[in-house]
């Protein structure tokens, strides 16, 4: 019998805050049969202490629905875990230094791989040479994703696995390599991996998502990202292992393949551009740094073709887009397939747009329009966002101010779904709430409440679940134990008052969020009422 077919104990968890609209005061929660059986306060509990498998004691701590993150790459996670990271490399000099170590430390590594570079924060301000990489690696093929995982710069001896790269749209002799030339290399890089590495990858990639607190991920696969071995191995090991559940996205017009291949969608990563750091994000007006306005990979009527075979076949469909001529084609496309199939039918299957960064209020009013998920990543605005970063650098201050309206997604409907496209940034579930709740830019601000849910019961809503993601009789007992400072209740003009005994609030609290402030510590992760991670010496 597997880890996750054997049967889950009855758990009385007592003298702690548990976040519930059931109950904003309960203290207490019993799971039963993999779902929350009760929540409620301590004197309560008493009545189910003599029926149960199990008794935490939480002496104060905090329990949460357990965090979706709705869009990740875990072979690439695990690998960036276990590998060459460089995304907190100071400098050109000093990513060249980590390069030489980590190829002296893995000689028998048929190719080298390593993520995160990001010129835009160097001093030198351009990206590696492959003659300098070619040093660096001695000679090894070396494969390095950007930040964007959108372009790669790698060496010599990696081109000459996929020679055909040279001939490809993106490929630049001293350049990082996008679009079809990127697509080879990565596809020759990751063909090195060994099964037992990627198991490995997958592996390391759940177990860190569990001990943050993650109960479920959503992984975006496909034929561009990753491969139909990797992507049906990790939905078997999550199948067979405790850990964190994982819901399958392949990027892909092919239904049947996605079908095939356990699929809840032909959907997340089908590009219908790129990524604003690679330039290849697709725009209405050239970047200010780039005399060009990105890449076009889908237009409007392969959208919409996509959407309606999608949803008449019972699948959803979704689309990575960035740049606002990127979002304008998936909302034409989408109106279209409405229009063949009817709106009804296009809005019951909600239907994802994955990162739609550059909005306008006509695109988010389409956004409601049509039951379009908005599945975002917070982090990009803390990593990339304000007067000074890359946002600024590739579109100018005044473009860069609009990207990531989250207030404004909520305000007209749109539902939200968070996630880190890890590795691209990490996985963080409370840093990612604080993102969104302390936005670079104000008036895109949503309440940390808000920010909470999106993380949490989005994401089950994106994949068509409004049962799960919330402490309720009857829910998943898909939950997260933390240690933290006082809760406190955000007001809805946004100021935050310390939580309180007082009936007439009527909210759960939350933790203190405010930079500066400690992130809550996962204790323990729940998941289907099985548990799946233990801090050490809890």
């Known amino acids: ?8 104990k009855t758990v009385l968890l007592r003298r702690g805050e548990v976040h519930s609209p059931a109950d904003p005061f309960a203290t207490a929660m019993v799971v039963e049969r993999g779902q929350v059986a009760w929540v409620g306060s301590e004197g ?18 905090l329990v949460t629905p357990a965090f979706t993150d709705a869009h990740v790459h875990s072979t690439a996670t695990g690998l960036a875990l276990t590998g060459l990271d460089l995304s907190s490399a100071p400098s050109l000099a000093a990513a060249l230094d980590l390069v030489r170590d980590f190829a002296a430390r893995r000689p028998d590594d048929r190719v080298l791989l390593g993520h995160g570079w990001d010129a835009a924060r160097w001093p030198e301000r351009r990206a590696p040479r492959r003659d300098e990489l070619d040093e660096a690696a001695g000679g090894r093929p070396l494969y390095l994703s950007r930040i964007d995982v959108h372009s790669a710069a790698v060496t010599t001896a990696l081109l000459d696995l996929a020679p055909h790269a040279r001939t490809e749209p993106g490929f630049a002799d001293r350049e ?25 990858a997958q592996r390391a990639a759940l177990a860190h998502a569990a001990s943050l607190g993650i109960g479920s991920v959503h992984e975006c696969g496909g034929p561009e990202i990753s491969s139909e071995d990797d992507f049906t191995g990790l939905l078997r090991l999550a199948a067979q292992e405790a850990g964190p559940r994982v819901v399958g996205y392949w990027a892909d017009q092919d239904l049947d393949k996605a079908r095939e291949l356990g699929a809840l969608g032909a959907a997340g990563d089908l590009f219908v551009d790129g990524a604003l750091g690679s330039h290849t994000a697709c725009l209405h007006r050239p970047y200010t740094d780039a005399d060009h306005t990105g890449t076009a990979y889908l237009d409007a009527a392969a959208v919409a073709a996509h959407v309606a075979a999608c949803t008449e076949t019972g699948l959803q469909a979704g689309f990575h ?16 397939a409405a229009e063949k199939v009817g709106l009804a039918r296009v809005r019951a299957a909600r239907h994802r747009v994955e990162h739609a960064e550059m909005l306008t209020p006509e695109t988010v009013a389409a956004f409601a329009e049509l039951g379009l998920t908005a599945s975002v990543q917070p982090a990009f605005d803390a990593l990339w966002g304000g007067e000074d970063g890359m946002y600024a650098d590739r579109l100018g201050a005044e473009r860069a101010r609009t990207l990531n309206p989250f207030a404004a997604l909520l305000r007209a409907g749109v539902p939200l779904a968070f996630g880190s496209d890890s590795p691209v940034t990490p996985l963080d579930p409370w840093g990612t709430v604080r993102a969104a709740a302390f936005h670079r830019t104000p008036e895109h601000r949503v309440s940390v ?15 068509g679940r409004d049962d799960a993601g919330i402490l309720v009789p009857g829910a998943p007992a898909d939950y997260a134990v933390w240690r933290t400072d006082a809760l406190v209740v955000q007001a809805p003009d946004d100021r935050v008052a310390r939580w309180s005994t007082d009936p007439r609030s009527g909210t759960p609290g939350l933790p203190d969020l405010t930079p500066g402030a400690d992130l809550p510590v996962c204790l323990r992760t729940v998941v289907g009422g099985r548990t799946i991670f233990v801090r050490p010496g809890e």
């Open 1 to 8: 019998m597997s880890e996750r077919t054997a049967e889950p």
């Open 44 to 61: 309560a509990a008493d009545a189910f202490a003599d029926g149960v498998d199990e008794v935490v004691d939480l002496d104060g701590a």
């Open 176 to 200: 990082p390599l996008t679009r079809a030339a990127h697509h080879a290399v990565r596809a020759a890089a990751f063909a090195a991996v060994t099964p037992a590495q990627r198991t490995a």
């Open 321 to 336: 887009a960035i740049g606002d001529a990127a979002v304008t084609a998936v909302v034409e496309g989408v109106r279209a």
């Open 449 to 463: 409440r808000a920010a909470f849910t999106a993380h949490t019961r989005g994401g089950w809503r994106a994949i």
